[in-house]
């Protein structure tokens, strides 16, 4: 029997993929890749994520506002996402931290991936989290001393133990 795979993490929706996609998938399931969980990463991508969705049945949408584009964010984002989530069978990613040098944004990561850890448990969707040097000088960010908040339901602690892990500080 052929082994049987699942992406659970890529970015589809590029540019760079929307010439030879077909091409891609095709190779991916001779490979044995059933399905692939596709990314969004930003508010301009989200339509095109959905819509590869309805397009390829192996694609599995996820919907998100990641924290490279978290300063980007428009007035109403959240808004707009749990609307999409709300009428779509998506999960929401990818979102988290990234506290490299370059990303310098940190309160407002950490506001964005608040929000969506929230709207997560509200809506009862799973989560693709995006995490690097999130413990700098070993100092846990203000965004896990939030966990408490989550309701202690199954979505709840599953988050809960997720986030209990570490990350390097080299990424």
Known sequence: MAPIFFDTHCHLQGPRFSAELGSVLDRAHRQGV???????????????????????????????????YAHKAQPGWLERLESLLQNAPAGLGECGLDFAPENPDRPVQEAVFRSQLHLAVKLNRPLSIHCRQLLVNYKVPTSFKFLSEIPKNSVGKALRRKLRGHSSPKG
């Open 34 to 68: 059933t399905h692939m969980v596709c990314c969004g990463t930003r508010e301009d991508d989200w339509g095109r994520v959905l819509e590869l969705s309805r397009r390829h049945t192996a694609i599995l949408p996820m919907l998100g506002l990641h924290p490279w």
